[in-house]
């Protein structure tokens, strides 16, 4: 059989398979916007599946956290869809399942709670956080995006195939992710982070004097320090370049800095180029 006509019947065969196997689910959107109070928590634990997290720190806001987003459902009938969708909720409590407490520990925990009886279809939401003072942040989501804005306390974040990005985040960063890309700007804490055929992306302010390390596998690393006044610098890379510049211009050599205050920074790479700037472009 001549390779055309192994393409053809592949193409008239698509619908047919994605008929039989239920591909063809019907989808159903509910939006959903409240408030909760904060009262004494000072850390927030968020776990999602197949949806985009986006927290932002808006000080002065009062004393509740405000959640927004839409909770969709897919399933064989729209009355099934819309069931789904209906019955799902996006709970913010102190307490859940699995979840082990520190001692002292005053955790919010966000969660998508799904009907019990859902045997066949999915529920996932996206969700929109504004918080009005900044906290501790565990955030996790498969398959989506995770956003962070404006908060000076320790973040974790962990997304497989989506993208990471953190601005304006003075608190020390963890974020790892699978096939995305992490991004982090305006950072004055340490950072460590591991991205896995992805870039790495990171923008420190001229405060920053924590270590920085950076990992990826299959991606470029680039990092810039506007005004940094002295840094031990380590890079390695397989397969790729390593390019230094101060103040715009390619620097011949890189010297371990003597000063013990002075920002750590390690970053490794294989299969990508690793571009590390310090000082002003324009200069």
């Known amino acids: 059989m001549s390779r055309s006509r192994l393409l053809s019947l592949t193409a008239l065969a698509l619908p047919l398979l994605a008929g039989c196997n239920g591909f063809n689910w019907v989808r159903h959107e509910r939006p959903f916007d409240f408030s909760k109070p904060v ?11 197949n949806g985009d997290v986006s927290v932002v720190v808006t000080p002065g806001s009062g004393s509740e956290l405000r959640a927004k ?13 819309k069931r789904l969708a209906d019955q799902s909720e996006l709970t913010i409590e102190p307490t859940a399942e699995g979840a082990t407490a520190s001692a002292g520990s005053r ?16 529920v996932n939401a996206d969700l929109e956080l504004t918080l009005p003072a900044s906290m501790s942040l565990t955030l996790q989501s498969t398959n989506g995006g995770i956003t962070v804005e404006s908060n000076s306390a320790p973040v974790t974040a962990k997304s497989t195939n989506a993208k990471i990005r953190i601005s304006e985040q003075s608190g020390d960063v963890i974020a790892t992710t699978t096939n ?17 055929n992805g870039r790495v992306r990171i923008v420190a302010n001229p405060n920053a004097t924590e270590r920085i390390q950076a990992k990826s596998s299959n991606g470029p690393i680039s990092a810039e320090f506007p005004k940094l006044a002295s840094a031990t610098l380590h890079t390695k890379t397989t397969n790729g370049d390593v390019t230094v510049r101060q103040n715009g ?4 050599e890189v010297r371990q800095a003597a000063d013990a205050d002075s920002a750590q920074i390690d970053l490794k790479t294989t299969n990508g180029d690793i571009s590390v700037s310090f000082g002003s472009a324009s200069k």
């Open 180 to 196: 995305g890309m992490i991004e982090i700007e305006s950072l004055g804490g340490g950072v460590k982070c591991s991205s896995t």
């Open 107 to 122: 955790t919010l925990y966000v969660r998508l709670k799904r009907p019990a009886d859902m045997t066949t279809g999915s």
């Open 39 to 49: 009262n004494s928590a000072n850390s927030l634990d968020v776990q999602l599946t």
């Open 249 to 252: 211009r390619k620097a011949p």
């Open 69 to 81: 987003g839409r909770i969709f459902a897919n399933a064989g009938t729209v009355e099934e869809a």
